[in-house]
């Protein structure tokens, strides 16, 4: 499993240059010099255009001449293309409904699940039945404002999970567990000799060779999403992992 | 039925030496602390210790509605539910909610809602439970102040922070931040909160007697008072995460 | 948000079970320990008694309060205590508004039937006056976390509570109560103290305290109630059905688990001077 579609731009934002290391809350004014500077994301230019303001709780990032607030809380919204561990938390025949940590429940239609057969092409062919409970990995078709979000099982790394567990994180964290090119999914996976598969919705699925990796992998993810706003995170979480090991004995 | 030992008025609300009877100046807040991130199952969640008074404040969503005819087709809702302790108040409240609690559920609602952005969450709810502990007067405005905390630890998009404050009269004397005993004991209060965006006032009641001068002159003690509360907002908020930043970053740099 | 709890997913079910066959948990620990307890005691300054017990993550907030009033004709000179449990919608996305629901009865019933049994409150110190003047203490919890196992952890605030509690003591003299301005405390209200122990069962395999997810996916649970040399109360809940042999076998355990937290915990260090 990997995570390569994820490492988008936007994702790398956190480790970004151009983000600030300053914490800004609802309603701090980012700048007064609205001649240079444009309301980005996370911000809004006041009334009387004189002064660009923060929404969100989040890092400030000055990005050419744009103002942007990076979040450090917030939920999640769904977005055509990204990919979701989802829920079974009801069926009917025509449609499956999703839980995927969104104000919304997702709905899965039995067209866009995978169809097997015993004879490839054959007409008999059954698209594979999920039961509430069921653990999916899924990819957002469709997501708007008005309607439920769409999902599909068609895909590289689609389908269900038949082991393993999946932990909550904050989701604007999510791009701090992948990090920059997908340095620190790669340093997870590789010290923890564990499988990981990271999501946008907050949720990651990780599956290790023994318990105590597992609980290590959980100890670190935490640590990673209460340090999101540092720097030197990488570097760090290496040297925790490592000397976490040890301390419990874990070869 | 119910025979208990009774609250008794104190005569005079200051003392010989011209402070009032908990030892502050007349425009001074009592003691606040602040702290948010309370309770690991909310979305976000504040804790607020104001002099005596103890509130919780916790957030969940945007979530769906229930029951579910509230829901607006073209808007998200904002819910607040003002609650106390049986325990809070000096005679055992009953735990169904009274008349008074509603009140201020629906006064508190219509104080934060201006800050909001529920035009881009349609169908949907937030949620603010309040619990109120323990009680010792301003608990509308403390509790409108730590539900502001709550929303923007939730990480919810709002155009300001929302801080309050009660400011009155008491022994024919203009004061901030009342306490319980001159809330119940004085002449006149006032609880008010300010949207930061705008600056103005959005959540006002009155009661007592004041003349238009004394009127005004609480206005601004009032502004006065809420601009220290929304320091105290500001440095709660952002101590979570620089805690942590001098934590792992202090040895370093 | 939605919680992801409301349904517990069938791999998360399966990799608790499988990891408790092992005698392991997520969290660390063994089958029969508790996660860490936090007491603090008299914070509720409108209370008459108050304590905020931590169980882990779970979290409960209990206090006293008191009425005087008259007491039921069968019982003429006894005092009367009753137990309230609220789990706030504050507390988690699985707590609803409204009327108390099974299970803040549950709770509160629990907690209260280990009390009545265990000749803790002594409510003939809670007479005034025979036939007229009783005290009627109020014993409300409030769960403002909810992260598994309920019951122990209000077990625990509801004595502590008890036990940091100060009641000005009244007499009845010509018909009307005085107060002498003295208190009741602790020491003369609460005698023994039964400690609730809850086990879930999941399969076969049975463990103390769950948490949460564990919670959620147990078949069953029971509660038992211990003094220092007595049962005083059993409760199972859930579908899961107990042998006579691990019935046995929990009844023991609880004895031994008992003592020992009834020393961890040191209870009467949380009561108030008068």
Redesign the interface.
Known sequence: MENDELESEELDEFESDETN?E?V????VLTEDVEHFNPGR?T?L??DKTKI?A???GLKQIKKNYINVI??????TPRPGDKVIA???DKNPVKYKC???????AILKPKNTVRRGKIRGSRNMEAEEF?????LVAKIISAD??NMPELTLVGKYLGK??????I?I?P?KIPRVIGRSGSMIKLLKNLTKSNIFVTQNG?IWIRGEN?AY??LL?DAIKKIE??A????LTD?MSQYIESEKQKRGIK | MPLIINDIYPEKLFREDGKRLDGREKNELRPIKMEVGVISNADGSAYLEWGNNKIYAAVYGPREVHPHHLAKPDRGILRVFYRMATFSVFERKRPAPGRREKEISMIITDCLEPVLFLELYPGTAFEVFIEVMDADGGTRCASTTVAALALADAGVPMRSLVSSVAVGKIDGQLVTDLSGIEDKAGDADLPCAITWFNEELSLLQFDGDMSIEELNESLLNARNALDQIHQLQLTALKSKYTSILEEVEGGED | MMNIKRVISTIEKNYIAENLKKGERIDGRGLWDYRKIDISHDIIKSAEGSAEVKLGETDIITGIKYEVGEPFPDLPDEGVCTIMAELLPLASPLFERGPPDEQSIELARVVDRGIRHADCIQTKKLCIKENEAVYIIFVDMFVMNYAGNLIDAGGISALTALISSRIPEGVMKDGNLEWTGNYLNGKDLVKELPLIMTFGKIGDIIFLDPNLPEELVCEGRISISVTKDKIVSIQKSGVATFSIEEIQGLIKRSMELGREIRNKLDLWQYKVDK
Not at chain 1, 100 to 105: F, Q, R, S, V
Not at chain 1, 131 to 135: L, R, S, T
Not at chain 1, 161 to 166: D, L
Request: a positive charge; proline letters at 5%; charged letters at 30%.
């Open positions: 290391r914490i809350v609802p309603g701090e996370g809004l006041n009334k303001i929404l969100n709780i979040p450090l809380r917030g939920f999640y829920l079974v938390i839980d995927i940590n969104a104000k919304d429940t039961e509430v409970g069921d653990i404002r008005l999970k038949a082991n393993g567990i999946v909550s904050d604007p949720r318990i597992e609980r959980i209460n340090e706003h540092t720097v030197g760090r």
